[in-house]
């Protein structure tokens, strides 16, 4: 019998989806990275995680916006079609410094357009997530779903 690894999956989940140690695992992270604690054990008593948690989810959990940068993110938007939305939104990614790689929208139904596009973010200057929920608060668009990540 062949040793196959196996394969990992990867989910884009909203924060208010995560479980409180692994938020935790990602506060204790940053303390770390900007040298608010000198040791892990530090880090996991400020933040109150036990120093296992840590070391269990550290390589498992990163903020979106940090592993997207210099990557591509492809996403699908449906909004409402009227003169201007789709400019705000090309604006908008602009804006955080994305680079449009594919486009496609499709023919309006009952009113409302689902565009779906690729966006390299550029290494250093983008924020993906920021990007995100600004676009998702703009006037017209209904939905936005992160469809992949590479």
């Known amino acids: 019998m062949e040793n196959m690894e196996k394969k990992k999956n990867y989910y884009v989940v909203k924060e208010k989806a995560i479980p409180e140690v ?3 695992v990602v506060e204790a992270k940053k303390l770390l990275d900007t040298g608010k604690a000198d040791t892990v054990q530090d ?28 990557k591509t993110i492809t996403f699908i938007i449906q ?9 705000a939104v090309l604006q908008t990614i602009a804006h955080f410094r994305g680079n449009i790689l594919t486009i496609h929208q499709s023919i309006p139904i009952n ?14 200057d983008g924020d993906a997530a920021a990007m995100v929920e600004v676009i998702e608060q703009k006037e017209g668009i209904h939905y936005l779903k992160i469809l992949g990540r590479e």
């Open 22 to 24: 692994l938020l935790k």
């Open 43 to 70: 880090a996991a008593e400020q933040v109150g995680i036990s120093r296992s948690s840590f070391y269990k989810y550290k390589d498992d959990i990163f903020p979106f916006h940090e592993e997207t940068k210099g």
């Open 79 to 87: 909004m409402e079609d009227e003169p201007g939305i789709l400019s």
């Open 111 to 124: 009113g409302i357009a689902t565009l779906t596009l690729s966006v390299d973010i550029l290494p250093g």
